[in-house]
């Protein structure tokens, strides 16, 4: 991760809870940046971040409460904003105003006129905003996309995607200080997180380039497992049980594309389950799927004949492993990372960052852009209508309006997410 000296990025922070501090790790990291500025609503998390500083031996960034401060430092060339999901996408907007390269964390939309105006923030200023969409540089996820530009798949026809992840055991304890994702699943009823399986699957379905998502349905289960989990834990005769959950347990999304595709999404954080990302990319000559850890492809996945009691002959088509594909269709990023992995996620966190950083460094449109972020991010406020409106389809806005049938090409350059470059 060693870079070229002339080409220092100055980064601020901007949000600095549980994520900064896992994204340090990454950063410090990274040769290629210098972490000038750094800033949070409470002293407390600026303290804690700059002991991390003290601690690493570094020099201490120049610290701020108000984000439009750090904003107007101009020795400042890119923002990262880990706040959380009812504050990043203004302070996003404000970032690309002040002519900053900006990158958000991963979360959903509260309306879809917050994604406008974030889309408009870009495309007034000529700044670019990214998404730290970390899933999308995981090493089978990457691999995916490896195949299917590659054709392995034939033409794609269905995918699918989640977020199943038991968060009780986070949501509910951090409620009492007011974390706000417990209370997003209090007051909302939506796929509140959709960007972690929807990034890869959108990327490999070329969504907003060549393709759009169209329209989407949505329905919720009924709420049992957060207040089921505070009445086991609090006492069922205490005031903290009567807590109602609005959030379905099990949310399902399912979108429909321009290219004829659907994808299906599950949104699920309050049941008992071992975590999946849900994955599945379907098409006419074979299939990933996560929850098996399989790939069979036709013509190269074994199959057999066998015979039911009457004699009559049919075939059983077999799962190979995920593993067996890495030899021959590894994405060439993961090649050389896979014996140098750094920092948190099994070491896509930093991936997406140094895809970041790079796209600030050369000065071009960085691999998730503002169409992508506005896009996977209105699954949150959409889904939430459609529940709302009893499972109604809802139109999915064009973001690019109507740029996504004949996009600019994008830059050749190995963090592509569009193309497979080797270097
Ligand atoms: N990509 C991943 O794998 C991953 C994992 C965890 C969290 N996240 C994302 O990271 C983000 C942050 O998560 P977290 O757990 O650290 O949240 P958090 O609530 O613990 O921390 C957010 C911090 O932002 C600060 N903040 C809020 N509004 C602010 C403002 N206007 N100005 C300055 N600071 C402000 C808060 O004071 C807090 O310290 C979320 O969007 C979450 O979805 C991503």
Same mark, same amino acid.
């Given at each position: 991760?060693?870079?070229?000296?002339?080409?220092?990025?100055?980064?601020?922070?901007?949000?600095?809870? &549980?994520r900064?501090?896992?994204?340090?790790v990454? #950063?410090f990291?990274?040769?290629?940046?210098?972490?000038s500025?750094?800033?949070? #609503?409470?002293?407390?998390? +600026?303290?804690?971040?700059?002991?991390i500083?003290?601690?690493s *031996?570094?020099?201490?960034?120049?610290?701020?409460n108000?984000?439009?401060?750090?904003?107007?430092?101009n020795?400042?060339?890119?923002?990262?904003?880990?706040? !959380?999901?009812?504050?990043?996408?203004p302070?996003?907007?404000?970032?690309?105003?002040?002519g900053?390269?900006?990158?958000? /964390?991963?979360?959903?939309?509260? !309306?879809?006129?917050e994604l &406008? $105006?974030l889309?408009?923030?870009?495309?007034? =200023?000529?700044?670019?905003?990214?998404?730290?969409?970390?899933?999308?540089?995981?090493?089978?996820?990457?691999m995916i996309?490896n195949?299917?530009? $590659?054709? #392995?798949?034939?033409?794609?026809i269905?995918?699918?995607g989640?977020?199943e992840?038991d968060?009780?055991?986070?949501l509910?304890? %951090?409620?009492? /200080?007011?974390?706000e %994702?417990?209370?997003?699943?209090?007051?909302?009823?939506c796929d509140?997180?959709?960007?972690?399986?929807?990034?890869?699957?959108a990327?490999?379905?070329?969504?907003?380039?060549g393709?759009?998502?169209?329209?989407?349905?949505s329905?919720?289960?009924?709420s049992? *497992?957060?207040?089921?989990?505070?009445?086991?834990? !609090?006492g069922?005769?205490?005031?903290?049980?009567?807590?109602?959950?609005?959030?379905?347990?099990?949310?399902?999304?399912?979108?429909?594309?321009?290219?004829?595709?659907?994808?299906?999404?599950?949104?699920?954080?309050?049941?008992?389950?071992?975590?999946?990302?849900?994955? %599945?990319?379907?098409? =006419?000559?074979? @299939? &990933?799927? /996560?929850? +098996?850890?399989?790939?069979?492809?036709?013509?190269?996945?074994?199959?057999?004949?066998?015979?039911?009691?009457?004699g009559?002959?049919y =075939?059983?088509?077999?799962?190979? =492993?995920?593993?067996?594909?890495y030899?021959?269709?590894?994405?060439?990023?993961?090649?050389d990372?896979?014996?140098?992995?750094?920092?948190g996620?099994?070491?896509?966190?930093?991936?997406?960052?140094?895809?970041? @950083?790079?796209? +600030?460094?050369?000065?071009?449109?960085?691999? @998730?852009?503002?169409?992508?972020?506005?896009? &996977?991010?209105?699954?949150?406020?959409?889904?939430?209508?459609?529940?709302?409106?009893?499972?109604?389809?809802?139109?999915?806005?064009?973001?690019?309006?109507?740029?996504?049938?004949? %996009?600019?090409?994008?830059?050749?350059?190995?963090?592509?997410l569009?193309? +497979?470059?080797k270097?």
């Amino acid at each position: 991760m060693k870079e070229s000296k002339d080409k220092i990025v100055k980064l601020g922070i901007i949000g600095l809870g &549980w994520r900064t501090e896992v994204l340090l790790v990454s #950063l410090f990291a990274i040769d290629a940046v210098e972490i000038s500025a750094i800033c949070d #609503l409470s002293d407390k998390a +600026v303290a804690k971040i700059k002991s991390i500083f003290l601690k690493s *031996g570094r020099p201490i960034p120049a610290a701020f409460n108000n984000y439009n401060d750090l904003l107007q430092k101009n020795d400042i060339d890119a923002v990262l904003i880990p706040t !959380s999901w009812n504050s990043h996408l203004p302070i996003a907007a404000a970032a690309m105003k002040a002519g900053k390269y900006t990158a958000i /964390e991963v979360g959903g939309a509260s !309306s879809t006129e917050e994604l &406008w $105006q974030l889309v408009h923030a870009s495309e007034g =200023t000529g700044a670019h905003c990214m998404m730290l969409e970390n899933c999308c540089y995981a090493r089978n996820e990457l691999m995916i996309l490896n195949m299917a530009r $590659q054709g #392995l798949f034939g033409e794609l026809i269905h995918c699918c995607g989640g977020y199943e992840h038991d968060l009780r055991d986070e949501l509910i304890p %951090r409620m009492k /200080e007011g974390f706000e %994702r417990t209370f997003h699943n209090k007051y909302r009823n939506c796929d509140l997180y959709p960007t972690h399986q929807l990034g890869p699957i959108a990327k490999i379905l070329n969504i907003n380039r060549g393709n759009r998502f169209l329209s989407l349905v949505s329905m919720a289960s009924k709420s049992r *497992g957060l207040g089921l989990y505070v009445k086991d834990h !609090s006492g069922r005769e205490s005031q903290e049980s009567e807590i109602a959950f609005n959030k379905g347990d099990v949310v399902t999304t399912i979108i429909k594309c321009a290219g004829g595709e659907t994808i299906t999404l599950t949104h699920s954080v309050s049941l008992p389950r071992p975590y999946s990302r849900n994955g %599945r990319v379907q098409g =006419t000559r074979g @299939i &990933w799927l /996560e929850d +098996v850890d399989g790939i069979h492809i036709e013509g190269i996945s074994s199959s057999t004949k066998e015979f039911d009691v009457s004699g009559n002959p049919y =075939t059983v088509h077999h799962w190979d =492993t995920v593993q067996s594909f890495y030899d021959k269709y590894d994405h060439p990023i993961w090649r050389d990372y896979k014996d140098n992995i750094v920092g948190g996620h099994g070491g896509m966190d930093c991936l997406a960052l140094m895809a970041f @950083i790079d796209a +600030v460094r050369h000065k071009i449109a960085p691999p @998730i852009d503002v169409y992508d972020c506005a896009a &996977w991010m209105s699954v949150t406020c959409l889904s939430e209508q459609s529940i709302a409106l009893g499972s109604m389809p809802v139109a999915v806005p064009d973001f690019t309006n109507g740029k996504w049938i004949k %996009r600019e090409s994008v830059p050749i350059n190995k963090w592509s997410l569009t193309n +497979v470059y080797k270097d």
